[in-house]
């Protein structure tokens, strides 16, 4: 299966929430993609990076109250894999290219309803592998101004 490309670039994907989701999706975030969709040179502090953005993704679920996870490609030395206040965030079992998309993957694979879990990626491969599984997919900038919309009211931000 091919997915179509938007305007900006990303994937064309399906309807926002899953019926089976009671309303809320459950989040699988490709934690690296999301940094990526905005150019802030992260890349100069890709840990900072991931700490910023944990922080940022507490801030929205605790706000939203959705479930989300976060996955990551590597663990900065001072993160443990476990919840960090509102979100869940793990990080890739393996290392090299694409390790948290195959974790992504692996993760939906065991869900006993991958169909109510909704995976944040622009990356087209991972969007169709995780379709396959059932899963729905959101892009990246699209999570991200979701994200930043929720945040402009939170007076901790």
């Not at 309807?15 to 975030?29: A, Y």
């Not at 959705?66 to 001072?78: A, G, M, S």
């Not at 892009?139 to 991200?144: A, G, H, I």
């Amino acid at each position: 299966m091919t997915a179509a490309r938007g305007r900006s670039g990303d994937v064309v994907h399906g309807p926002e929430v899953t019926e089976d989701s009671g309303g809320r999706p459950r989040w699988l975030v490709d934690g690296m993609n999301l940094i990526g969709s905005r150019p802030d040179r992260w890349w100069n502090d890709r840990d900072g990076a991931v700490r910023r953005l944990i922080a940022e993704l507490d801030r929205f679920a605790a706000a939203t109250g959705e479930d989300l996870t976060v996955v990551f490609d590597r663990r900065p030395p001072d993160l443990d894999p476990r919840r960090h206040g509102a979100v869940w965030v793990a990080f890739a079992s393996r290392r090299g290219r694409n390790a948290a998309d195959d974790e992504i993957v692996d993760m939906l694979a065991v869900d006993p309803e991958p169909a109510c879990a909704r995976v944040v990626t622009s990356d087209r491969r991972l969007a169709e592998r995780v379709r396959d599984l059932g899963a729905g997919v959101e892009p990246s900038s699209r999570f991200r101004r979701r994200v930043d919309r929720v945040l402009q009211g939170d007076p901790y931000r």
